[in-house]
T-cell receptor, first 116, second 116 residues
């Protein structure tokens, strides 16, 4: 069965510092991979996605992620963090489970705190 | 219209009440989803509708009853809930791409449900 691991429950960075959030997945085929961000009490917003092709994908808000098949990883990066980036970040893998049934499996999330 | 809307934003109900959550999207997406999210946890899939037919039920108790009256609307009917059902309920939709595949999901802002 597919699974997603986000090893860091909570990360604190200073505003202006670089950021990397880790994500490892387990899935037999080439996965659909996503990063979502959630502010407190809000829904999830898609930051970026990977399906195929270029392994470095660009997203919204200055985020990027790199797919590394050999490491089963899809880490999220940002060169300079802003205070407004403080939120919960979820990595997810999209899989088919029989026929056209499609669903996302989420990691447990990483809470990002940004210090001024 | 490029968003998923959910009503109400907040709902407080007693254990003997019957209430409904509503989700709407006008993006022409043919897959719609209900998720339950407890505090500091990732979303947990409850139901998936594909072309207005229930395709996945993740062993959800019968006190939750989904309904998809048309391609734009998804309801979740609630009856005899328990306090542990208090959570953020998220709706999402997904476009079907060429080749019949789904990929990213677009989330609504959620309904914060409190069961007394």
């Amino acid at each position: 069965a597919q699974s997603v691991t986000q090893p860091d429950i909570h990360i604190t960075v200073s505003e202006g510092a670089s950021l990397e959030l880790r994500c490892n997945y387990s899935y037999g085929a080439t996965p659909y991979l996503f990063w979502y961000v959630q502010s407190p009490g809000q829904g999830l917003q898609l930051l970026l996605k990977y399906f195929s092709g270029d392994t470095l994908v660009q997203g919204i808000k200055g985020f990027e992620a790199e797919f590394k098949r050999s490491q089963s990883s899809f880490n999220l990066r940002k060169p300079s963090v802003h205070w407004s980036d403080a939120a919960e970040y979820f990595c997810a893998v999209g899989v088919y489970s029989g026929g056209s049934n499609y669903k996302l499996t989420f990691g447990k999330g990483t809470l990002l705190t940004v210090n001024p | 219209d490029t968003e998923v809307t959910q009503t109400p934003k907040h709902l407080v109900m007693g254990m003997t009440n019957k209430k409904s959550l509503k989700c709407e999207q006008h993006m022409g997406h043919r897959a719609m989803y209900w998720y339950k999210q407890k505090a500091k946890k990732p979303p947990e899939l409850m139901f998936v509708y594909s072309y207005e037919k229930l395709s996945i039920n993740e062993s959800v108790p019968s006190r939750f009853s989904p309904e998809c009256p048309n391609s734009s609307l998804l309801n979740l009917h609630l009856h005899a809930l328990q306090p542990e059902d208090s959570a953020l309920y998220l709706c999402a939709s997904s476009p079907r791409l060429a080749g019949g595949v789904y990929n990213e999901q677009f989330f609504g802002p959620g309904t914060r449900l409190t069961v007394l």
